[in-house]
C-alpha cells in the first residue's frame, strides 16, 4: 500500500545518506554494500526494494522473541508515557523488576544484577569486577571466541578481530576449547577431546602461574565462532579447576542467553554454575540496547563495603528495563523457550542434518534450539573451509548471494553459514528456510574440489 511505498521511498533516501554519512562497523567503508532493511514483523524483514527475507540472523542473533512483538512494543510506549529516563542511583520500577526476573532464571545464587548498554561493557564490567575481586590481572579465554568490541573485550575475543587491536597489554591469555571437528588435541571422540581441553587448559594455568590469573571467560556455547555446543562434562571440568585455583568463572551469554538454546541460559544444559554471567541481546531481544552482569553472592561481598569503582549514565535504562521485563514475561507465557528447544529438537536440527547428509559442501553441522552453525568446506576429506579463517571468498559470496535472491537472511561468519531464527519461529517457517538453504547449498556443492 501507501506507506509501504513510502518507506520504500524513504528505504532509498536512507541508503543514499548512509553512503555519506555512516561510518560503519568492522568495514572499509568504500568498499560495502549494506542492505537496507525497512520493515519486520516476527521471523520476516522487508529490504529496500520491498522484497521480504526469512530472518535467520536475528539481527546479530538478538531478537528472540521476534520482531515488533506487540507485547513489548506497547511495554516501551507505556514506559515512554510514564517516565523515559532516570538517573542510576535512583530507584526505578523497571529496573527493579528486571532485575528480579533476571536472577529468578540465573542459575545458583547470582542473585545481584549490575546493568550496562550491551554485552561489551557488561564484559569489561565483569572482568572489572574478576580483578577486584580476586586481586589479580590475567584473564583467559577460547581462540575461537567474541567477547565485544571494547578494548578489554575485543582483547579477550579469540577471533581475527582482535589482531589489529591487540597492543599487548590487556592481560588477555587464549587456550584453545574443545571442538572435534577441527580438533586441536587430534582427539578421535567427544570423550578424548573434552578430556584433553582440558588437560590443556590446566597446563596452560600451570605455566601461566594460577595466582596470577583472575578470571576464564567462556562463551557456553560460542556463538559467532562457531556454534561448538562443548562436549558434557567441558564446563563442569572448567569449573573445577576455578575452584582449585581460586579463579572466578565468567560465563558469556550475551548471544547464548534468553532462550537461544531452548534454556534461559545456555550452562542450564550443563547443570554448571559460573560465578558471573554476562548477557545482553535476548534480555529484552534488543528492542533498546541493554546488557548486564549476573553475579555471585560472593563477588557482590567484595563490594558490601568497599565501593565498586564503574558505572554508566544509562545504568538500568528505564525504555530497556521495561522493555526486558515485557519480553521475558511474554517468553514465559507464551512458552518461546519451550518452542526454540522443541525446533532445535524437532525440525530445524534434522532438517540440517539432512542437508548435511546430501550436501558434500557441509562439513558438519553443529547446534541446539534456534542456535545452528553450517560449516561450509570446499574439500570434505581435507576439512578446507569455504573461506579462510578470518576472511571471505568468492564462492561463500555466492551461497551468500543464493540464500538472499532465493528469501533467507542467514548470519555468516567465515566458512559457516548459521540458522538462528528468532525463538519464536514456526515450523513451516522453519521448513521455508531449509528449502532455501538446499537450494543455496547446491551453489556451494559445485564448488568442492571431489
Ligand atoms: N559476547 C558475546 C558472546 C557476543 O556474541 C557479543 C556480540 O555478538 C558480545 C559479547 C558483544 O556484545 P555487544 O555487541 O552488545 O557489545
Given at each position: 500500500?501507501?506507506?509501504?511505498?513510502?518507506?520504500?521511498?524513504?528505504?532509498?533516501?536512507?541508503?543514499e545518506?548512509?553512503?555519506k554519512?555512516?561510518?560503519?562497523?568492522?568495514?572499509?567503508?568504500?568498499?560495502i554494500d549494506?542492505m537496507?532493511?525497512v520493515a519486520?514483523?516476527g521471523s520476516?524483514?522487508?529490504?529496500g526494494?520491498g522484497?521480504?527475507?526469512?530472518?535467520?540472523?536475528?539481527?546479530?542473533v538478538?531478537?528472540?522473541?521476534?520482531?515488533?512483538?506487540?507485547?513489548?512494543?506497547a511495554?516501551?510506549?507505556?514506559q515512554?508515557?510514564?517516565?523515559c529516563t532516570?538517573?542510576?542511583?535512583?530507584?526505578?520500577?523497571?529496573?527493579s523488576?528486571?532485575?528480579?526476573?533476571?536472577?529468578?532464571?540465573?542459575?545458583?545464587?547470582?542473585?545481584?544484577?549490575?546493568f550496562t548498554?550491551?554485552?561489551?561493557d557488561?564484559?569489561?564490567?565483569a572482568v572489572?569486577?574478576?580483578?577486584?575481586?580476586?586481586?589479580?590481572?590475567?584473564?583467559?579465554?577460547?581462540y575461537r571466541s567474541?567477547?565485544?568490541?571494547?578494548?578489554?573485550?575485543?582483547n579477550?575475543?579469540?577471533?581475527?578481530?582482535?589482531?589489529?587491536?591487540?597492543?599487548?597489554?590487556?592481560?588477555a591469555?587464549?587456550?584453545?576449547?574443545?571442538?572435534?571437528?577441527r580438533?586441536?588435541?587430534?582427539?578421535?571422540?567427544?570423550?578424548?577431546?573434552c578430556?584433553?581441553a582440558?588437560e590443556?587448559?590446566?597446563?596452560?594455568?600451570?605455566?601461566?602461574?594460577?595466582?596470577?590469573?583472575?578470571?576464564?571467560?567462556?562463551?557456553?556455547?560460542?556463538?559467532?565462532?562457531?556454534?561448538m555446543?562443548?562436549?558434557?562434562?567441558?564446563?563442569?571440568?572448567?569449573?573445577?579447576?576455578?575452584?582449585r585455583y581460586?579463579?572466578?568463572?565468567i560465563?558469556?551469554?550475551?548471544m547464548?542467553?534468553?532462550?537461544?538454546?531452548?534454556?534461559?541460559?545456555a550452562v542450564?544444559?550443563?547443570d554448571?554454575?559460573?560465578?558471573?554471567?554476562?548477557f545482553?541481546k535476548?534480555?529484552n531481544?534488543?528492542?533498546?540496547p541493554?546488557?548486564g552482569?549476573?553475579?555471585?553472592?560472593?563477588?557482590a561481598?567484595?563490594?558490601a563495603?568497599?565501593?565498586?569503582p564503574?558505572?554508566?549514565?544509562?545504568?538500568?535504562?528505564?525504555?530497556?528495563t521495561?522493555?526486558a521485563?515485557a519480553?521475558?514475561?511474554?517468553?514465559?507465557?507464551?512458552?518461546?523457550v519451550?518452542?526454540?528447544?522443541r525446533i532445535?529438537a524437532?525440525?530445524?536440527?534434522?532438517g540440517?542434518?539432512?542437508?548435511?547428509a546430501?550436501?558434500?559442501?557441509?562439513g558438519?553441522v553443529?547446534?541446539?534450539?534456534?542456535f545452528?552453525?553450517?560449516?561450509?568446506?570446499?574439500?570434505?576429506?581435507?576439512r578446507?573451509p569455504?573461506?579462510?579463517?578470518?576472511g571471505?571468498?568468492?564462492a561463500?559470496?555466492?551461497?551468500?548471494?543464493?540464500?538472499k535472491t532465493?528469501g533467507?537472511?542467514?548470519f555468516?561468519?567465515?566458512n559457516?553459514i548459521?540458522a538462528a531464527?528468532?525463538?519464536t519461529v514456526g515450523?513451516d517457517?522453519?521448513?521455508e528456510?531449509?528449502?532455501?538453504?538446499?537450494?543455496?547449498?547446491s551453489?556451494?556443492?559445485?564448488?568442492?574440489?571431489h
Amino acid at each position: 500500500g501507501q506507506t509501504f511505498d513510502t518507506a520504500l521511498a524513504q528505504g532509498r533516501r536512507a541508503y543514499e545518506l548512509d553512503r555519506k554519512h555512516v561510518f560503519h562497523s568492522w568495514s572499509a567503508q568504500a568498499k560495502i554494500d549494506p542492505m537496507t532493511i525497512v520493515a519486520a514483523q516476527g521471523s520476516y524483514v522487508w529490504d529496500g526494494e520491498g522484497n521480504r527475507l526469512l530472518d535467520f540472523s536475528s539481527q546479530m542473533v538478538n531478537t528472540n522473541i521476534g520482531h515488533q512483538h506487540p507485547k513489548v512494543v506497547a511495554a516501551i510506549a507505556e514506559q515512554a508515557a510514564t517516565l523515559c529516563t532516570i538517573a542510576p542511583p535512583h530507584v526505578n520500577a523497571a529496573r527493579s523488576e528486571a532485575a528480579r526476573l533476571i536472577a529468578e532464571r540465573t542459575p545458583g545464587d547470582l542473585n545481584r544484577v549490575f546493568f550496562t548498554n550491551g554485552g561489551a561493557d557488561a564484559v569489561e564490567h565483569a572482568v572489572r569486577m574478576a580483578r577486584l575481586h580476586t586481586g589479580r590481572y590475567k584473564v583467559l579465554s577460547r581462540y575461537r571466541s567474541y567477547h565485544g568490541g571494547t578494548d578489554t573485550a575485543i582483547n579477550l575475543t579469540g577471533d581475527p578481530r582482535r589482531w589489529p587491536n591487540d597492543y599487548g597489554t590487556s592481560g588477555a591469555v587464549h587456550f584453545d576449547g574443545p571442538f572435534l571437528y577441527r580438533s586441536a588435541f587430534h582427539a578421535f571422540d567427544e570423550q578424548q577431546e573434552c578430556q584433553r581441553a582440558l588437560e590443556h587448559l590446566d597446563r596452560l594455568i600451570a605455566m601461566e602461574g594460577p595466582t596470577t590469573i583472575a578470571a576464564i571467560i567462556l562463551e557456553s556455547v560460542p556463538g559467532t565462532a562457531g556454534i561448538m555446543v562443548p562436549p558434557a562434562g567441558y564446563l563442569a571440568g572448567v569449573r573445577e579447576i576455578c575452584d582449585r585455583y581460586g579463579i572466578v568463572y565468567i560465563a558469556d551469554e550475551v548471544m547464548a542467553g534468553f532462550g537461544r538454546t531452548g534454556e534461559w541460559f545456555a550452562v542450564n544444559h550443563f547443570d554448571v554454575t559460573p560465578d558471573l554471567i554476562t548477557f545482553a541481546k535476548g534480555v529484552n531481544s534488543g528492542y533498546v540496547p541493554l546488557g548486564g552482569v549476573a553475579i555471585s553472592e560472593a563477588i557482590a561481598a567484595t563490594f558490601a563495603d568497599r565501593p565498586y569503582p564503574g558505572g554508566l549514565t544509562y545504568s538500568g535504562h528505564p525504555l530497556a528495563t521495561a522493555a526486558a521485563v515485557a519480553t521475558i514475561n511474554a517468553m514465559e507465557d507464551e512458552q518461546i523457550v519451550q518452542n526454540a528447544a522443541r525446533i532445535g529438537a524437532d525440525v530445524l536440527g534434522p532438517g540440517l542434518r539432512d542437508l548435511a547428509a546430501r550436501h558434500p559442501s557441509v562439513g558438519e553441522v553443529r547446534g541446539l534450539g534456534v542456535f545452528w552453525a553450517i560449516e561450509l568446506v570446499a574439500d570434505p576429506a581435507t576439512r578446507e573451509p569455504l573461506a579462510p579463517y578470518g576472511g571471505t571468498s568468492a564462492a561463500m559470496n555466492e551461497v551468500v548471494g543464493a540464500c538472499k535472491t532465493n528469501g533467507l537472511l542467514p548470519f555468516v561468519n567465515f566458512n559457516r553459514i548459521h540458522a538462528a531464527p528468532p525463538c519464536t519461529v514456526g515450523d513451516d517457517e522453519v521448513r521455508e528456510g531449509l528449502a532455501i538453504l538446499d537450494t543455496a547449498l547446491s551453489v556451494a556443492d559445485r564448488h568442492v574440489v571431489h
